[in-house]
């Protein structure tokens, strides 16, 4: 497989509507041909506990999201840290629910709870530093693509459990953009290695099409990462 066969399958594995297991097909196709000397490619992948911070009355949500990451060597000790989040989720829950105009649905839903679940695209554009190869700190921009938002009503011991889902799609813009911060630690003191870590996003954008209710997003993340393809060519930093 030539490097521009290889190109060509990465750009529609990125921009296929169907990306969502992106990051298995990224790895199986291309191996170790994403890493180089100065590039670490991997995949990214962990939990994290979303809110939305502008609705007084909202509950943290927990979201499981998986990615692929670039680090990109700009210096001795200092990376470009990017890559997708293909399949992850903002929003939050515990929210009262709203009338939507059905007497016999509201009547059902309204002593109820309303989760927004907000699916993200997310895309970091990190610095990274790292100390001693082991402990790095990283922080920069943070951009999401919007897609399929949804509201789940959810019901209990209404002679059973009830859940309702209905598209939002119309109450959203498409962007949310904002920053992260994360700490990590590599398990090996190699320039690639598997490694852990915790972050932090906040969202400065309001992504609610209307003016009330303002929703900028946040969340707290717990992540691994894991490098694909480095074979037995990554040596020791130290060596």
Known sequence: ???????????????APAVLNAQVLISLLFGDALNTEKIEFGLVG???????????DAEGMNNFN???????????????????????NLGATGMPTYPIGDPDFDGVYAEGVLSKKIPVFSVPILFQHR???????????????????????????????????????GQYQY?????????????????????????YYIGL????????PEIKNSSFYLFCKVPIGIGKEVQDVDK
């Not at 030539?2 to 529609?12: A, D, P, W």
């Not at 954008?205 to 009330?212: E, L, N, Q």
């Open 131 to 169: 100390f001693n190869q082991r402990w790095y700190i990283e922080a920069g921009p943070q951009i999401g693509l919007i897609h399929q938002p949804t509201d789940i009503f959810k019901m209990k011991d209404y002679g059973g459990d009830l859940t309702y889902t209905t598209s939002t799609r």
């Open 66 to 88: 998986i990615g692929f990451y670039f680090h990109i060597q700009t210096m001795k000790n200092s990376y470009l840290s990017t890559g997708v989040l293909v399949k992850s």
């Open 175 to 199: 962007l949310d953009f904002g920053f992260y911060g994360g700490l990590g630690y590599k398990f090996v003191k190699k320039q690639k290695s598997t490694s852990i870590g915790v972050g």
């Open 205 to 212: 954008a309001d992504v609610a099409k209307d003016a009330y």
């Open 1 to 15: 497989m030539n490097k521009l066969y290889r190109i060509i399958i990465f750009i529609i594995i990125m921009t």
């Open 46 to 56: 962990g939990l994290n506990r979303s809110y939305v911070r502008t609705i007084s």
